[in-house]
């Protein structure tokens, strides 16, 4: 993934405010990411927002491909990473102990640092296959990486409506869309910012159908997965797509380990929240409203060091959720 050399530019301007924060506590001298596998969101947003904290830092930061949210999550629970992203359902998964990648065990390791886009649920068939939540009852329909929010949230939101495809399927989200074209797969139903890229090289070469969500469908949906919300697909999102598309989806945050210096927290987190409009150049949903996701971080905390930053910035996090 290349990032614009303005990308940069714009953080080196920034880097003199970060070394001053170094004196006062012990940094160290790099630092992984967990991102997300080819043809999502983190494997693109992730890089820029490293390259930019690295830049305003001073540390290094290098990349390890993961499933994406509920791996991110399992990388620096085993300190195996110290930076990630993940989503607000499968946070709220991993707090609790009750998602079923968690093994029952409730995971206290990772705090929130900011909040970054909206995911929302795509479902998208072959324009000539099906056309509502209730044909999916028996058919194959893949669900994005292991490890990641697709896999982790999308067999919970269809239980919740009675919906029972004969099989999930896990797989790089590229691999999944050719899949589908082939016939190998009814439907793909991943969870990410619009327009997710593996869906839209697929609408580049053929005419999708996407199937939506009733508001009461929603309204079970968020009950029996805390931290998913009624939201829309706008129209055009998609090439073909000529209506909006009722949905549902959940807030996108980066996240730290629980025990990094907070000030080197507040360094990458500045470099995020002073770059957006270079972030939402590479990601469009970055540029979307930051106070509605920032007041429902669901059960996750902030790490002090983050909360530091917004509220430099006149962003205040919950107080309930927000460490000292």
């Avoid at 991943?190 to 939506?212: D, Q, S, V």
């Avoid at 009733?214 to 829309?232: D, K, L």
């Amino acid at each position: 993934m290349q990032v614009s050399r303005r990308l940069l530019l714009t953080a080196s301007l920034l880097a003199p405010i970060s070394r001053a924060f170094a004196a006062q506590e012990p940094w160290p001298s790099a630092l992984l990411m967990g991102t997300g596998r080819p043809g999502g969101i983190y494997d693109v947003y992730g890089p820029a927002w490293g390259q930019l904290a690295e830049q305003l830092s001073g540390v290094e930061i290098a990349y390890r491909a993961s499933g994406g949210a509920a791996s991110d999550i399992l990388l620096i629970e085993q300190g195996a990473a110290q930076l990630g992203m993940t989503t607000v359902a499968v946070a709220n998964q991993a707090i609790s102990g009750s998602g079923a990648w968690t093994a029952g065990v409730r995971l206290d390791g990772f705090r929130a640092l900011f909040p970054m886009f909206p995911s929302i649920l795509q479902i998208v068939t072959p324009v000539r296959g099906l056309v509502s939540l209730a044909g999916l009852a028996g058919q194959v329909v893949g669900i994005g990486p292991d490890g990641g929010t697709g896999a982790a949230s999308v067999p919970v939101i269809f239980a919740s409506l009675g919906v029972k495809p004969s099989r999930y399927v896990t797989g790089d989200y590229a691999l999944q869309a050719r899949d589908m074209l082939a016939g190998n797969l009814s439907a793909c139903a991943f969870i990410g910012a619009p327009p997710l890229p593996a869906i839209a090289a697929a609408a580049a070469h053929e005419r999708l159908g996407m199937i939506g969500f009733t508001p009461a469908e929603a309204a079970r949906v968020g009950v029996a997965a805390p931290g998913m919300n009624a939201m829309v697909i706008p129209a055009g999102t998609f090439r073909g797509q000529t209506t909006a598309i009722e949905s549902v989806g959940t807030p996108n945050f980066a996240i730290g380990a629980a025990g990094l210096p907070d000030s080197l927290v507040n360094a990458i987190t500045l470099a995020a929240m002073r770059n957006r409009a270079r972030l939402a150049s590479v990601v469009p949903a970055a540029g979307m409203a930051l106070l509605p996701m920032l007041a429902a971080p669901g059960a996750m905390t902030f790490h002090p060091g983050a909360a530091m930053a917004l509220r430099s910035l006149g962003m205040e996090p919950p107080a309930r959720v927000a460490e000292d």
